[in-house]
């Protein structure tokens, strides 16, 4: 389905020359009396590949379809991160490259929402955040407590995240997976 350039937005897909890109920034540019302008930044959904163009106003683009399942995350292996549809069962491989900078979010065995588009997996949708349990903290140093001082952490999927120093192995964190921040500790 065509669409014009003003009806796309941030988080909209679209496809060009059979591939796949993602929305990321989106700005309408109306300068005095001159014709509208907009500014997109696009990211390539199979390659990363990132690029910025500058589109017209009446400029028509296809919008993708986009499908979500419900899947399982298994494992990781050489081909990258091993998912299981939910309903089918079947098995598949999400490649690193697509999905690395979202799984340090997600423990194996948890559900997630994963995306595809004419049955190809292409990206895997997270909550807005997770709790996940610490199992290495550095230990607080007395008289750090009075400042905002932020140690490293590493919780269970292997990722890293600044916490406050009164966090201790063992405890339970929310994270917002939008920009890796803690956000609090859960009970």
Request: proline letters at 3%.
């Amino acid at each position: 389905m065509g669409v014009r350039a003003t009806e796309l937005r941030k988080g909209t897909v679209i496809q060009e020359n059979g591939q796949l890109w993602l929305i990321v920034e989106y700005m309408h540019h109306t300068p005095g009396n001159l014709r509208a302008v907009i500014h997109c930044k696009m990211k390539n959904i199979q390659t990363g590949q990132t690029r910025e163009l500058r589109l017209g106003s009446g400029d028509v683009y296809e919008v993708a379809y986009l499908d979500k399942k419900k899947c399982e995350y298994l494992y990781k292996d050489s081909t990258g991160y091993v998912f299981m549809d939910q309903e089918s069962f079947d098995q598949f491989p999400l490649p690193a490259e697509l999905v690395e900078d979202k799984m340090g979010y997600v423990r194996e065995n948890t559900v997630v929402d994963v995306t595809f588009h004419e049955n190809l997996a292409i990206g895997v949708d997270l909550p807005a955040s997770v709790t996940l349990k610490v199992i290495e903290a550095e230990s607080a140093v007395k008289g750090n407590t009075a400042t905002n001082v932020k140690k490293e952490a590493i919780v269970e999927t292997g990722m890293k995240v600044k916490v406050p120093l009164h966090i201790t192995a063992g405890d339970q964190i929310k994270i917002s997976t939008v920009d890796g921040e803690f956000q609090g500790r859960q009970n």
